[in-house]
């Protein structure tokens, strides 16, 4: 499609004065130089989501949304990599102009984008891209990974129900540790993890550590939850004498850190190749981490295609994009807020989007 055959305008899930979403129409930008606008088939829904309302980066009359699925429509000058017509799947950091998901059309830089395999539906290919960046990138702080585990190595993922810290650590020959609810732990282990505990358990650390046998804890931690206090248990199941990483998905106070441990914060916008202002910090783009989210891209389409990796589980919500704020008002009320000062054992957890991803299919929009 030329973008002069390009519908001029498409509907998207607009942020409105109360700060819910609701659908609006919008105009279709059409794609400059290294840019590629794909038409949305499914898209996916994360905890940032919503908290980039709440925490008002996304502003009234904006978009929210990261992941997506679908076909290019439409590709700038210089583009390579992808034509018109191939399915794709990607995400971008939602915050003003076209850059969104939750929408027909969205606009993006032509890498890097996993080119959907055509065994994989895509549903299951919106579950991925901003989680197993996120994923990938935290490894790669953590590891040497992409290069495979030295002998008898253990990676704690802290919140393993997400499920690609798992998967990308066992492919690299990790021995994979998880937390999450009991109702999961199946769901963990069919993903790559060898031992599952329940973060609920008041020994979950002790459980960690008999695990690891002679070694007496694991060597990293990989935070995917960093709230309540998942760091300190976490940071509890570390050996002594290991190389004692931390890696963390959202900053944390001074007082929480052990002096003895290295912390690292995850961003997984690192791989999209720009400058990041995440959290109340500046980070500059880093050359290394585009080059390697390009070829990571690659080789998730390559393990798409030979069943070594999966997409997450999904659920369908109803409405398209008019169904964005029931699911985004549904995970900001689950959101299970534990209390530091007493402990995980929250006896009446709120329902919350667990082991699932949410994702809506535009074609469902009324
Ligand atoms: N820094 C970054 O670049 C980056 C990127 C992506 C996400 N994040 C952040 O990472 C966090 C997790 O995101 P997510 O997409 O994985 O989804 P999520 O919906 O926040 O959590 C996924 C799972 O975590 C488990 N969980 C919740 N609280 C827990 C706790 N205290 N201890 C252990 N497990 C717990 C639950 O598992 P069960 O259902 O098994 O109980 C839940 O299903 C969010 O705060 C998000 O904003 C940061």
Request: with cysteine.
């Amino acid at each position: 499609m030329s973008p002069t055959s390009l519908l001029k305008t498409q509907k998207a899930s607009i942020v409105q004065k109360d700060l819910t979403c609701a659908v609006e129409t919008i105009p279709v930008t059409p794609p400059g130089p290294g840019e590629v606008l794909v038409k949305n088939n499914v898209v996916a829904q994360n905890p940032t989501d919503w908290k980039s309302i709440e925490w008002q980066r996304i502003k009234p009359g904006q978009s929210t949304g990261c992941d997506f699925a679908g076909v290019v429509a439409a590709v700038g000058d210089g583009v390579t990599n992808v034509a018109v017509g191939e399915r794709v799947a990607g995400w971008c950091r939602a915050g003003g102009g076209d850059m969104s998901s939750f929408r027909e059309y969205t606009l993006i830089a032509a890498h890097p984008l996993i080119k959907i395999p055509d065994n994989v539906s895509d549903e299951e290919a919106a579950t991925l891209p901003l989680a197993i960046a996120t994923a990938a990138v935290g490894l790669r702080r953590l590891t040497n990974y992409p290069q495979a585990a030295p002998y008898n190595r253990y990676v704690l993922v802290w919140g393993g129900s997400c499920l690609y810290a798992i998967q990308l650590a066992h492919l690299s020959s990790y021995k994979v540790i998880t937390t999450a609810s009991p109702k999961n732990h199946e769901l963990v282990k069919k993903y790559g993890a060898d031992v599952v505990v329940d973060y609920h358990a008041p020994d979950a650390v002790e459980q960690i550590i008999k695990a690891t046998g002679k070694q007496g804890g694991v060597d990293v931690v990989f935070d995917a939850i960093s709230e309540g206090n998942s760091v300190e248990l976490s940071t509890k199941s570390l050996r002594a004498n290991g190389p004692r990483k931390v890696g963390v998905v959202l900053p944390l106070k001074e007082d929480e850190l052990d002096p003895s441990v290295e912390y690292t914060l995850i961003l997984c916008s690192l791989l999209l190749g720009s400058d990041v202002n995440a959290f109340g910090r500046y980070n500059p783009r880093d050359e290394r981490d585009y080059q390697f989210g390009i070829e990571f891209y690659e080789q998730v389409a390559g393990w798409l295609r030979t069943g070594q990796l999966k997409g997450n589980p999904h659920t369908v919500q109803p409405g398209g994009l008019a169904g964005v704020q029931d699911g985004l008002a549904f995970m900001k009320s689950g959101k299970v807020r534990l209390d530091t000062s007493s402990s995980l054992r929250d006896p009446r957890p709120r329902p919350h989007v667990s082991g699932t991803k949410l994702v809506y299919r535009i074609a469902d929009t009324p």
